[in-house]
């Protein structure tokens, strides 16, 4: 770890900047690294990192929003990088109202960059003579900037295009166009657009919303699946008795006969290719043959022609693929492999690479020049319906169908490797690398722009009510056409490209060498003082002044300070927490349990039947330990670090030691699999409880069972600190909380409470004083118990799913609690409030852990992966604060007399 002041965060945000500049990717992030170790939360070193995560496809929008809004909450000016985000994610009104917000800063205020944005958001709003202004006030701090120039001169015109491209689209829809009944298919031109549906065609314009014309079908077979456009014809594809219209006036021309169908239109329009086990080449409109195409031997399903109109591939129920020469209607190969029917076929844009894909689930790759089969892209989840590929072929898009939403596939062809899996109904945009892929079955529904090859959602088209059955591209990809199944068509400006807001990196103003050096060594002054002082107050407060120096706040050394006299003064308040890293469990299996040593340097997590211990410095496993033949459902690990218990299905309490990783005991006397597990502090006495009930005490020093009895339903133990007593919690109709004596196996007389309290229990954690409870019921609801009244002394409500963990600081004032709803929550025992929600994880949060110092947690959720966070807390320097004990004094005989008499 550098010395503090030697280099700061500021200085590593600058080098990793210039790194990034000179294309050195690895040195780069390994430099913000090292400044999150000093800062955690350096506004400018979270904004860079995460905006080129993202750029990536590493993290997703709700990763970039949550890091930002928690670094914007600390520090004033990374809001305007909230609002940078949020433009070049494109949301305008978010973007535009931050800085607005930004701008009564003088900071940013001073900012020509935030001008600029503000700007950028007012063009997309429309909002022209605010723009203006915005831009006059960015061209006041950055004189000659040509590209702000540019877009005042825009504003001044009131126009979003440039070179006939969209530079500034709305965030809403351009046009609503309301009709009857789902949409089946829909295809664009530049002016209009051509919707089908449930025996009827309708052309709207896309400028005026007016529909231009309308046809109705009778005794149409099927539904109409594709459209293609021609100068002056509508064709409908892969549609039984395929049907040609007039553009000009809806008239329907020419509908083929005995279910045959078109599959594709050649270049120019003139002609098309048509049938159903025998192709041919049909003049248009009146299709009559020009060439024969027979070959297959049962029906085709599908046809992709090349780009110059000269080789075209087809596929059939089959189970081959065959190529033909377009000019002489003669077959070229046949491509053989498949195992069963071939349902989509296509052709890169330079002619040389085929795709065939199908019900066997595999998409093969084809060299059409010699009719080689060059590779398998992999098997897909389901039946492969289309093949889409980008506009320089380098990638394509894979839908394959099914329970729910299709499966999109994305594979870069020249690895041939799947690069991401999203899911919907997709177009692929004619003139960049992005795909707009819309949902079913979410509620709401969602439409995304998703950028290639990263993954990355672009862009989030909002506004549908009902699921997403059809989208499309305008030609030059300028607009996109979404459909729902309530009939409801939104047409969206999609812009030139994507890129067109992204912003540079941002790097630190840092001050001079005699600056720097000036507040590193007021800084090491006053931490000097703090270390040296023998009164714990008074060295709390020297810290205090340390850490006030501008870029002192986070420093490593003042937060390791303030830990250790975490353990000699109480805690007042929270000053902030952070997310220090996030890992991942390297199997497919759900983590079941995680536990923190006291310093808050290790972690034990189990999954399946592996434990694992990490380095939380890093973020790196160390080592796994192996032995339990079936699940691991609960760890205890002693306080002094150095082992831990583990809980299996397979009947076994497993003894490791930490640092070795050996197994020093195995504890086999229990009947069933073990439910729990709890350990005493100084790992001398262990309780485990299995499936049917069953208690064990163990004697740890010669791995012994002591005692065993039966007891309720038990989800979750507690040991109090002599191990005399233990406490657990379980179903409610079989008195959720109970109090039991070890050593006569006794319930201790414990009340289990009113019946509104008598909740099934799904977590627990006890004060080491034994006076003082919390547990978690079903109802979602966290209760603070006083054991030695009986009484509920708190509820803590705000989770909206079961809590799986509940662990208390060590004096008892404050408590963290990991739910299903996807949060942690850092609860005040004494105000009964949430200080804290951690939103990091987004699922279901599966356990968490806290330090004995109550300095970091660490959660870990049902993405499988581990989530460490960092406490700052504000202490009391002289230790005023009211302990829990004397805050919630016991009652009288009396009072505790009629209280119960009360809850009965």
């Known amino acids: 770890m550098p010395r503090a002041g030697v280099q700061r965060a500021a200085a590593l945000n600058n080098k990793a900047v210039s790194l990034w500049n000179l294309n050195k990717t690895q040195e780069a992030f390994d430099a913000w690294r090292e400044a999150a170790k000093l800062d955690a939360l350096h506004p400018e070193s979270v904004y860079n990192r995460s905006i080129l995560q993202w750029r990536l496809g590493q993290i997703d929008h709700e990763e970039v929003l949550r890091r930002l809004t928690q670094v914007s909450s600390q520090y004033k000016r990374a809001g305007a990088y909230l609002g940078y985000y949020h433009i070049e994610r494109h949301s305008p009104t978010e973007a535009e109202t931050i800085m607005q917000n930004g701008i009564a800063l003088p900071e940013l205020a001073a900012e020509g960059a935030v001008w600029r944005t503000m700007g950028d958001a007012r063009m997309c709003l429309e909002q022209y003579p605010t ?24 504003a001044q015109q009131k126009v979003r295009t440039r070179n006939n491209k969209i530079m500034f689209p709305l965030s809403q829809p351009r046009r609503i166009l309301r009709r009857e009944g789902r949409v089946s298919a829909m295809a664009a031109d530049h002016e209009s657009l051509v919707i089908a549906g449930e025996n009827r065609l309708e052309k709207m314009d896309l400028e ?15 539904e109409i699946n594709r459209l293609a456009l021609t100068d002056e014809l509508v064709l409908s594809l892969d549609t039984p008795e395929g049907k040609v219209w007039s553009r000009a006036t809806g008239e329907c021309l ?83 492999g498949h195992k069963d029917m071939v349902d989509a076929v296509a052709i890169s844009p330079d002619g040389t690479v085929g795709l065939s894909g199908g019900r066997d689930r595999a998409v093969r790759l084809w060299l059409l020049a010699g009719g080689d089969w060059i ?39 020249q690895q041939a490797s799947r690069l991401f899996t999203r899911h919907g109904v997709v177009a692929v945009a004619p003139d960049c690398n992005c795909m707009l892929a819309g949902t079913r079955s979410t509620r709401p529904p969602k439409v995304n722009l998703w950028e290639i090859p990263s993954g990355r959602s672009v862009r989030t088209l909002e506004g549908h009510s009902a699921g997403i059955c059809a989208v499309c591209f305008t030609p030059d990809g300028q607009l996109a056409a979404t459909a729902s199944e309530n009939g409801q068509v939104q047409v969206w400006e999609i812009a030139e490209s994507s890129r067109f807001y992204d912003r540079s990196l941002v790097v630190t103003r840092t001050h001079s060498h005699g600056e720097a050096e000036s ?50 003064l109480p805690r007042k308040s929270l000053r902030g927490v952070w997310e220090v890293r996030t890992f991942t469990e390297p199997s497919q299996t759900d983590i079941s349990a995680v536990a923190l040593t006291a310093d808050g340097r290790l972690a034990v997590s189990a999954a399946g039947k592996m434990l694992r211990l990490w380095d939380l410095s890093t973020g790196s496993c160390l080592r796994g330990f192996a032995g ?7 760890l205890a690990l002693c306080q002094e670090g150095h082992r831990v218990l583990s809980a299996s299905l397979d009947k076994s309490l497993r003894l490791w030691n930490v640092q070795t990783g ?154 963290i609690s990991a739910s299903n709803d996807g949060t942690v929550r850092l609860w005040d025992m004494l105000a009964g409030s949430c200080l804290n929600v951690f939103e990091g994880h987004g699922v279901p949060v599966l356990c968490a852990d806290m330090s004995f110092d109550g300095r970091f947690v660490l959660s870990a959720g049902a993405d499988r992966s581990f989530r460490l966070w960092e406490l700052d807390w504000e202490l009391d320097p002289d230790g005023a604060l009211q302990p829990l004990a004397e805050a919630f004094p016991r009652k009288g005989l009396f009072k505790r007399v009629m209280g119960i008499f009360q809850k009965s």
């Open 628 to 634: 339990h033949s079936d699940t691991v459902v609960a």
């Open 254 to 336: 020419h509908a083929l006969n005995d279910g045959e169908r078109f599959y594709a239109v050649l270049p120019g329009g003139k002609q098309a290719i048509a049938g159903l086990i025998d192709l041919k080449i049909v003049s248009l409109p009146g299709c009559q043959r020009v060439k024969a195409l027979k070959a297959h031997s049962k029906q085709v399903t599908s046809v992709a022609i090349t780009p110059d109109g000269r080789l075209a591939l087809s596929g059939s129920c089959d189970r081959s693929a065959k190529l033909w020469n377009l000019h002489t209607g003669e077959l070229i190969r046949s491509l053989e």
């Open 375 to 413: 590779g398998t892209l992999g098997e897909h989840a389901g039946d492969v319906q289309s093949i889409k590929m980008t506009h320089d072929g380098r990638y394509a898009v894979i839908s394959c169908a099914t329970s729910d939403d299709n499966q999109l596939c994305v594979w870069d062809l």
């Open 662 to 815: 050996d197994c020093l005991a195995s504890l086999t006397d229990h009947p069933d699999g073990i439910a729990a597990v709890a350990v005493t502090t100084d790992g001398r006495t262990a309780v485990s409880v299995t499936m049917s009930s069953q208690v064990h005490v163990w004697d740890l020093t010669c791995s012994q069972c002591t005692l065993t009895f039966p007891a309720g339903p038990t989800r979750a133990l507690a040991l109090t600190d002599d191990g005399k007593n233990l406490l657990s919690v379980g179903d409610a109709d079989a008195g959720a909380l109970r109090l039991t004596n070890l050593v006569t196996g006794k319930h201790a007389g414990f009340k289990p409470g009113s019946k509104h309290d008598s909740t099934t229990g799904t977590a627990l954690d006890m004060t080491s004083d034994a006076r003082f409870a919390l547990v978690a019921g079903t109802d979602s609801t966290v209760r603070l118990w006083d054991l030695a009244d009986s009484l509920v002394l708190r509820q803590l409500t705000g989770h909206t799913g079961r809590i799986n963990s509940l662990v208390l600081t060590e004096d008892g004032r404050f408590a």
């Open 131 to 154: 723009a203006e202004r915005a831009y006059r006030q960015a061209l006041q701090r950055i004189p000659e900037d040509r590209e702000t120039q540019a877009r005042l001169e825009m």
């Open 519 to 568: 507040a590193r060594q007021k800084f090491l002054g006053f931490l000097e003082q703090a270390r040296k002082s023998t009164k714990p107050g008074q060295a709390y407060r020297q810290l205090t002044h340390a850490r006030s120096v501008p870029g002192y706040d986070r420093d490593p050394e003042a937060l390791a300070l303030n830990a250790s006299l975490m353990g000699l």
């Open 208 to 222: 005026t919303s007016y529909t231009v014309w309308q046809w109705q079908g009778e005794g149409q077979r099927g």
